[in-house]
């Protein structure tokens, strides 16, 4: 089992930049596959970025691509979500999701069996 705490969301002018990280209790944060989800308001929550068990292999959604980055440090067992260019439509509260099995499907949510509390980001235009 895991436990995950995120951290590091705050206001922020449009096209700044924000790190987010999630914090991952226990010695197997190596042997799960992460996650970033978001939600925003009145929507449903969506996919934002994965890594691989690996640390190697990573996904994003394409709303995000080329100004997101997601990295992981096995040492600090800790998940990153590095957000650049950010714009309004960023605004959400985000999550950090565990995977055990690092399915493939790294865009479903079902398939991640541990979830952080989440930490609001908020773009101001």
């Known amino acids: 089992q895991v436990q995950l705490v995120e951290s590091g969301g705050g206001l922020v002018q449009a096209g700044g930049s924000l790190r987010l990280s999630c914090a991952a209790s226990?010695?197997?944060?190596?042997?799960?596959?992460m996650g970033w989800f978001r939600q925003a308001p009145g929507k449903e929550r969506e996919f934002v970025a994965s890594?691989?068990?690996?640390?190697?292999?990573?996904y994003y959604a394409d709303s995000v691509k080329g100004r997101f980055t997601i990295s992981r440090d096995a040492g600090k067992n800790t998940l990153y979500l590095q957000m650049d260019s950010l714009k309004p439509e960023d605004t959400a509260v985000y999550y950090c999701?565990?995977?055990?099995?690092?399915?493939?499907?790294?865009?479903?949510?079902?398939?991640?069996?541990?979830w952080g509390q989440g930490t609001q980001v908020t773009v101001s235009s």
């Open positions: 226990g010695r197997t944060f190596s042997s799960y596959a």
């Open positions: 999701a565990a995977d055990r099995n690092n399915n493939p499907y790294y865009s479903r949510e079902y398939n991640y069996e541990y």
């Open positions: 890594i691989r068990r690996n640390g190697i292999s990573t």
